[in-house]
C-alpha cells in the first residue's frame, strides 16, 4: 500500500505534548502553500525557483511577499518561510517548489559543509520535508537544526541539510545566500533534489 495515501499510523503522530498545536499548524501551512498557487497557466515566464540574483520574500504576515532584510532573520527565533522575490518584477514566486526556509545560526554553530552558503549566519534550505513533503517550519531546541513537525524528522542546518533524526533519509536542499551592499541575496541555485523521494 501506498503509505502516502493514508493517515499515518506511526506512534510520532499521535500523543507527543504539543503536538495537536503543531499539527494544526503544519496543516494551516499546507493549506496556505495550497492556495497561494497559482490556478491557471504559469504566469511567470521564468521558473518559480531560487535563482541567482533573487531576494526572498515573506510568505506569510504583515509583510507577506514583501522583502526579508537580513536583520529580520535572528539567531534562536522560529525559521521564516519564505519565496524567492524576482527583482526584475519585484514579485514573489509563489510555489511549493519555492518554498523555502530560512534561519540564522551562531557562527561558531556554522560546519564547513554549510558556511560557504550562509550570510552573515542565515542559511537557507528547500521547506519541503524530504519524507512526505510537510513544510519544515520549526526550530530545533539546539538553535542549529531544523524540525518537520508531521513526523519528527530533524535537518541539520548548520550541516547543509544533513538528516540527524528520521523518518527522513535525504538532507534538504540549501540554497547559497550572500549580503551584498546590505542586501539578502540568492547566491546559487538549490543544491539538491526538492521533497521526498520519487
Ligand atoms: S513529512 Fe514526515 S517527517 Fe516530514
Redesign the pocket.
Known amino acids: 500500500m501506498d503509505q502516502r495515501s493514508h493517515s499515518c499510523q506511526c506512534k510520532c503522530c499521535g500523543e507527543q505534548p504539543d503536538s495537536g498545536r503543531r499539527s494544526m499548524l503544519t496543516g494551516a501551512l499546507a493549506l496556505a502553500i495550497a492556495s497561494s498557487m497559482p490556478s491557471g497557466p504559469a504566469r511567470a515566464e521564468r521558473s518559480p525557483k531560487p535563482e541567482p540574483g533573487d531576494r526572498l520574500a515573506f510568505m506569510l504576515g504583515e509583510r507577506a511577499q514583501q522583502e526579508i532584510k537580513p536583520a529580520d532573520i535572528e539567531i534562536g527565533k522560529e525559521p521564516t518561510l519564505a519565496y524567492p522575490l524576482d527583482v526584475a518584477s519585484g514579485k514573489a514566486l509563489i510555489s511549493r517548489v519555492s518554498l523555502l526556509v530560512v534561519t540564522r545560526l551562531k557562527p561558531e554553530d556554522l560546519l564547513p559543509s554549510s558556511k560557504p552558503n550562509a550570510a552573515d549566519g542565515i542559511v537557507a534550505f528547500s521547506a519541503i ?1 524530504t ?4 513544510p ?1 517550519t520549526t526550530l530545533h531546541p539546539s538553535q542549529s537544526q531544523l524540525v ?1 513537525n ?4 530533524v535537518f541539520n542546518a548548520a550541516d547543509r541539510g544533513a538528516v540527524t533524526a528520521g ?2 533519509t535525504r538532507r534538504l536542499s540549501m540554497l547559497p545566500l550572500v549580503i551584498r551592499d546590505g542586501v539578502l541575496e540568492v547566491a546559487g541555485r538549490l543544491d539538491g533534489p526538492i521533497g521526498p523521494p520519487t
Open positions: 520535508c519524507h512526505y513533503g510537510c519544515v518537520c508531521c513526523h519528527g524528522s523518518p527522513a
